[in-house]
């Protein structure tokens, strides 16, 4: 069956994304060149793409494998990324990051893939998706590249709000089990809260009242809580789910991809220092290129908003076709393990055991 770019995509079989296409910063070409990447890998997925219909109509002839699968959405404006949320929900009704998640809200796909404004994006997102009840602050959940059987931890807040009570850092563990029970396959996962030192009596009271929270129903939660962790632990193997606040977690993700970054610069100075180093590089090659794959930001690119009604996954905004591809994927995986559904199950549940508790304790008194 045979439909053109600006046709409905929806009556098909198989996975729809909602795509916004002019978030990036460097147009919607890397966009369509990552959907067209990941397009190839799974022949099952469609996408509803949004940004303005000449242009992008235009991407997508070049790429054959999108021919059939891709519906364009006319949208004559874009959310820089000096935009401030306030006006964007105000006024970006006809930008693209707006219809692309309206086409989630309505049901027409199952998750929205954005490399624009995080700030514009999750406020838009709130207004539009709304929160799960129960949830007072979403958050950003990454993967984080580790020691671990799987190959990564999940970390969450890094950036969705720069404060977190203890209940707060609670719904961000719980979130971040069913991220890592959907998104990794981990069955029991292994949950550590962020802190400045493992002892008991280091930290702020928040992170305390939230150590008492996570161990308390780890048993009925489906999780095992290892306590409080540092900061060498976030790539290490002691925990699967790092929780913190998002102004921590979000200077220990860019602390971390400028290390990556630095690793791989020093390393490729130091094999071309002499003709002998140079001669390593070629001996080592393979292995390097190992090495720059594990560490490569690109290729787990896209952090998802968890607390929301639907799915979100944003990716940087500098993010070329790799890293594109890297989040359109990891929306793939989402859709198809139905984790908006199961992330709303796990939250309610707990929610109401937190809420019995609460009561009981208040009769006793």
Excluded at 40 to 46: A, D, I, M, V
């Amino acid at each position: 069956m045979t439909v053109k770019a600006d046709q409905s995509v929806r009556n098909l079989p198989g996975t729809v994304l909602s795509i916004d296409a002019m978030g990036g910063d460097m147009g919607p070409s890397p966009i369509v060149l990552g959907m067209a990447a990941t397009a190839t890998k799974n022949p099952h997925l469609k996408f509803i793409v949004h940004g303005p219909a000449e242009e992008l109509n235009s991407l997508v002839r070049v790429h054959k494998i999108l021919i059939g699968r891709c519906e364009v959405r006319h949208c004559e404006e874009k959310v820089s990324m000096l935009d401030k949320p306030s006006q964007i929900i105000r006024n970006g009704r006809s930008t693209s990051m707006w219809s692309a998640l309206e086409c989630v809200r309505n049901g027409e796909a199952e998750v929205c893939v954005s490399c624009g404004n995080t700030g514009a994006l999750m406020a838009m997102s709130m207004i539009r998706l709304r929160k799960l009840p129960g949830v007072n602050r979403p958050a950003i959940a990454v993967l984080w590249p580790s020691r671990s059987k799987s190959g990564f931890n999940v970390m969450l807040d890094v950036g969705a709000d720069i404060k977190a009570d203890a209940k707060d850092l609670f719904q961000y563990a719980l979130m971040g089990v069913s991220y890592a029970r959907n998104g990794l396959e981990i069955s029991l996962p292994r949950v550590g809260l962020l802190n400045v030192g493992t002892e008991d009596h280091k930290g702020r009271a928040e992170l305390h009242e939230a150590h008492e929270l996570i161990s308390q129903y780890g048993k009925s939660g489906d999780y095992k809580f290892v306590g409080f962790i540092e900061g060498g632990d976030i790539p290490g193997d002691k925990a699967d789910v790092i929780v913190t606040d998002g102004f921590t977690g979000n200077v220990a993700l860019k602390t971390g991809e400028g290390t990556a970054q630095l690793i791989g610069e020093l390393l490729l100075q130091a094999f071309r220092y002499s003709p002998l180093s140079r001669l390593t590089q070629l001996l080592a090659v393979s292995s390097l290129r190992r090495l720059r794959k594990r560490i490569d930001p690109r290729r787990v690119n896209g952090g998802v908003f968890l607390g929301l009604n639907k799915t979100v996954v944003k990716s940087h905004g500098t993010a070329d076709e790799t890293g594109v591809s890297a989040a359109i994927n990891l929306a793939v995986t989402l859709a198809n393990s139905q984790f908006s559904q199961k992330l709303a199950e796990r939250v309610a549940s707990v929610d109401t055991l937190t809420h019995n508790s609460e009561n009981a304790i208040s009769k006793a008194e």
